[in-house]
């Protein structure tokens, strides 16, 4: 017997309700012009798991606050994927996590053995509301008036593969770009472009000289940045005894392709980096022949000596030390440069969605805690061009919060003039609440609590009611 998951615990203990949209109890003064749906996915394993559970594992489970004139309401609702409505019909849990070995059961159930989950990430595109899962699975759409699932989205047939979580909307074209990847079936990588009318333009399959775990992308104005870090599953152990063994290719370069928006396979620019991982890119964008990317980068996700001491971050035998880093990519000569921007420790880092592929100045990333699980106790305001941090904001005293989204404020000008929200966790109190936090000053607006308590999550996004 397993002892169970800390990420089944404490601040990440699931949840079996869901409530209808509720009027929530609001301290402080919400901004009359926030108007919006705010959404976060979350793992939420509907049925106890049988095995050993890794974070990722858990079900979709999406929380909604709806912003309107000043007041606010909460509702959630699971995603309901196939696996999901399977396991259901079943009764009890059908799948294994990813620390489990592949059995021949797993490999029979539909969709194979492992169930997408929708449980990672959310986009907002053509005024639709996508869940999706970090392993490329299947869109789906989400009704923003009730959180129900309306089902998947495969762009009329066209989408044959997988879509990866962590796709981007360009604000100026209003194109969707994404990234299928697989660590089982070749190619182990596509990249494709949904137009601003929502039709599947292209996928092109793209070579990779390993299978890895690919988990974030970025844009530019004029390209899309494919993000090859040396990370990824033992091929030859998951064939040999179907388990998952995670291994970090110390001495293998890192390698991001840069394609044109619309490029094909072979106009992919590949550029070498030091070694490391990285889970999120903050954003990138052109400067004359230069690239920029900037993102929370681990210089060793997997160490020869393993941190012991319960205050540094783990996933499993992932250590996460995330620290703000830069690439620059000279499209002329082909070099890279690169820096750490920062030491201290910071995760799902958001920018003003508005900017996304050009340059943007501000960054804001979730603090991470001194604890074994992975947690936040505060928002740090970043300067990207250096590094500099800004702002902080410290959530209270027991509380836990994760990735914040920015609401633009439409009535005033500049990079900064919106909102953050984040949903937070109080486990002594067994309570949650949303923070609304002004983005330039980074004080606390309102304090929205939540009518019953709910974990913390991966993702979010901002779907504005206009
Ligand atoms: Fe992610």
Redesign the pocket.
């Known amino acids: 017997m397993t002892a169970p998951s800390n990420y089944l615990q404490h601040e990440h203990q699931p949840i079996a309700t869901e409530l209808p949209e509720t009027a929530a109890r609001i301290d402080g003064e919400l901004p009359r012009g926030l108007g919006g749906l705010y959404v976060r996915n979350s793992p939420n394993p509907q049925f106890d798991p049988p095995g050993r559970y890794h974070w990722f594992d858990g079900d979709g489970m999406v929380h909604g606050l709806r912003f309107d004139d000043g007041r606010a309401s909460y509702l959630n609702r699971w995603v309901r994927t196939a696996g999901f409505e399977y396991e259901r019909s079943h009764g009890a849990a059908r799948w294994r996590g990813i620390l489990e070995p592949m059995s021949k059961e797993s490999l029979a159930l539909p969709g194979g053995p492992l169930k997408d989950t929708a449980n990672?990430?959310l986009v907002f595109h053509q005024k639709r509301l996508y869940a999706l899962w970090?392993l490329s699975g299947t869109p789906y759409e989400l009704s923003t008036k009730d959180l129900s699932t309306l089902g998947p989205q495969t762009f009329s047939g066209q989408l044959k593969g997988g879509f990866s979580?962590?796709p981007k909307v360009d604000p100026r074209t209003g194109e969707l770009c994404f990234f299928d990847h697989s660590i089982v079936r070749t190619p182990y990588l596509r990249y494709g472009v949904v137009s601003a009318q929502g039709e599947l333009l292209h996928v092109e399959p793209i070579e990779l000289p390993a299978p890895h775990i690919l988990?974030?992308m970025a844009i530019t104005e004029h390209y899309s940045l494919l993000l090859d870090f040396p990370l990824g599953w033992d091929g030859s152990r998951l064939k040999q005894d179907g388990k998952r063994r995670i291994g970090f290719e110390r001495g293998t370069p890192s390698r991001i392709g840069v394609i044109p928006r619309h490029g094909r396979a072979a106009d992919v620019r590949w550029f070498e980096a030091e070694s490391c991982y990285m889970?999120?890119s903050i954003n990138a964008y052109e400067e004359g022949d230069t690239i920029v990317l900037t993102g929370c980068r681990v210089r060793d996700p997997i160490p020869e000596k393993q941190e012991t001491s319960g205050r540094v971050a783990r996933l499993d035998t992932i250590e996460l030390v995330p620290t703000l880093h830069e690439w620059r990519f000279d499209v002329k000569t082909g070099a890279t440069r690169e820096r750490q921007l920062d030491d201290l420790a910071t995760e799902f880092p958001r920018i003003n969605d508005g900017l996304q592929g050009t340059r943007a100045r501000y960054s804001y990333n979730p603090r991470i805690a001194p604890r074994a699980e992975l947690m936040f106790d505060g928002l740090v305001k970043y300067d990207l061009s250096t590094g500099t941090r800004l702002a902080t904001w410290n959530a209270p005293a027991g509380w836990y919060v994760g990735e914040a989204s920015f609401a633009p404020d439409a009535s005033r000008a500049g990079e900064d003039a919106g909102w953050l929200i984040t949903f937070g966790t109080n486990v002594a109190e067994r309570t949650s609440a949303a923070f609304v936090v002004d983005a330039a000053s980074l004080q606390t607006l309102a304090t929205v609590h939540l009518p019953q308590r709910i974990p913390l999550g991966?993702?979010s996004y901002w779907c504005p009611a206009s």
Request: proline share 0%; aromatic share 28%; hydrophobic share 25%.
């Open positions: 990672t990430d970090w979580a962590h988990h974030d889970y999120h991966f993702h």
